[in-house]
């Protein structure tokens, strides 16, 4: 058996993590995988945490839930704790407008991290920090390959409304161009078998 590839979007209310996991999950379904894409997100419109869990897979994903993280996209301080649920050697991508650092126990679990100035880069360059979204999705689909971009933009083009379309993509190449590392995480990992009584 063969457990999902696992991604969580992580901030609070208003920053466009939801959006970005709507995206990111389009263009897996686009890309004719098994997704399930589900939300947390609490009663406060803004400012309120919330976070969005996209498992991809090749077969039918048989249970809803990820306890560990493949990939891991954190937009705010407050959300910081939710490093300590990646995946060993998994990936974090975060933005360090507001994040100077992570912890150092979520370091020991990875040293595949990165981090991108995002809402600082969205206000200098596009003017609207809404779009800090898909600059770190740009930055995390540059370092994972985990789907064509051109898929990608098609995924936009069905999320967002046609005329956010051009800012969001330009979001996302520009948030590509902001990373220059490369890791190939497995979509797809055989469980381990135990040895032993069973």
Known sequence: ????????????????????????????????????????????VR?????????????PILYPRAVLFDTLIIMHPSMVNHGKLVATNGIIVYDNTYIPDLPKDVKRITK???????????????????????ILLGALVKSTAIVPFEILYDAVREEVSPKYYD???????????????????????????TIGFE
């Open 47 to 59: 400012g309120g945490p919330s976070y969005c869990d996209v498992l991809v897979s090749d077969e």
């Open 1 to 44: 058996m063969k457990r999902p590839f696992s991604v969580r979007i992580a901030g609070i209310g208003g920053q466009g993590n939801l959006l970005a996991g709507y995206v990111l999950s389009k263009a897996f379904v686009l890309a004719e995988k098994y997704v399930i894409q589900t939300q947390n997100y609490s009663e406060q």
């Open 167 to 193: 800012l969001n993509v330009e979001a996302i190449k520009f948030g590509a161009t902001l990373t220059d590392k490369l890791y190939k995480p497995r979509i797809e990992r055989k469980r381990k078998r």
């Open 112 to 134: 595949r991290i990165i981090d991108v100035p995002a809402s600082r880069l969205a206000i200098e360059k596009f003017n609207n920090v809404m779009v800090s979204n898909m």
